[in-house]
């Protein structure tokens, strides 16, 4: 067995960066990028419902054995994180915590192009012109889920379920946990703690 092999995690609510800092990770330190999303999407085409496990995501994580990876977003609940526990033991899992305006703010200023899944937000990357897609001249919307009122009850239902998770974690050991409304103040501290357990793949803290 490649014990000496990281299994990371990193949790945070909606709007949180999360997929920023995993892209980061992943290029400075070579580790494979799983996203909820993903999961997400093979849950649906599998049709197991909550299920990490038996399914397509247990055998995905199996295959990848041999591989240094990072879970974005994932376990989300505690049933989640009990099933991830029966394929591998977790190493290191981040949790960001992000003030509640902040978020609210960076999600109710997100806009999307629908047909390509392209996603604006106002304040870091804004449209060239105002509500129109920058590839087609399409229009934009913004989703129902993406409005103030939505993103509240959102951040509130995330808070509840991975609560449990994070106490889990927490009492492994494995849990740190950075707080903070800048993604690029966040990324140097989550830099020097990766470099602590792997060897970057590259020489400087790439942005």
């Known amino acids: 067995?490649?014990?000496?092999?990281?299994?990371?995690?990193?949790?945070?609510?909606?709007?949180?960066?999360?997929?920023?800092?995993?892209?980061?990770i992943a290029e400075n330190f070579g580790l494979q990028h799983l996203s909820s999303g993903h999961f997400l999407r093979e849950n649906l085409k599998t049709n197991t419902g909550e299920g990490l496990g038996p399914g397509s995501e247990g055998r995905e994580l199996e295959s990848r054995s041999g591989q240094h990876w990072l879970l974005d977003g994932f376990p989300r609940t505690l049933v989640q994180a009990e099933a991830l526990d029966r394929i591998c033991d977790v190493d290191l899992v981040i949790s960001l915590n992000?003030?509640?305006?902040?978020?609210?703010?960076?999600?109710?200023?997100?806009?999307?192009?629908?047909?390509?899944?392209?996603?604006?937000?106002?304040?870091?990357?804004?449209?060239?012109?105002?509500?129109?897609?920058?590839?087609?001249?399409?229009?934009?919307?913004?989703?129902?889920?993406?409005?103030?009122?939505?993103?509240a009850a959102k951040l509130r239902r995330y808070k509840d379920a991975a609560k449990p998770v994070i106490e889990l974690y927490k009492s492994r050991g494995v849990l740190h946990q950075f707080s903070g409304t800048e993604t690029n103040k966040i990324w140097p501290y989550v830099y020097t703690l990766f470099s602590n357990k792997i060897t970057p793949i590259q020489s400087k803290e790439a942005y």
């Open 1 to 24: 067995m490649a014990s000496k092999l990281l299994r990371a995690v990193i949790l945070g609510p909606p709007g949180s960066g999360k997929g920023t800092v995993c892209q980061r």
């Open 98 to 151: 992000i003030p509640f305006e902040t978020l609210k703010d960076r999600l109710s200023r997100r806009w999307i192009h629908l047909p390509s899944g392209r996603v604006y937000n106002l304040d870091f990357n804004p449209p060239h012109v105002h509500g129109i897609d920058d590839i087609t001249g399409e229009r934009l919307v913004q989703q129902e889920d993406d409005k103030p009122e939505a993103v």
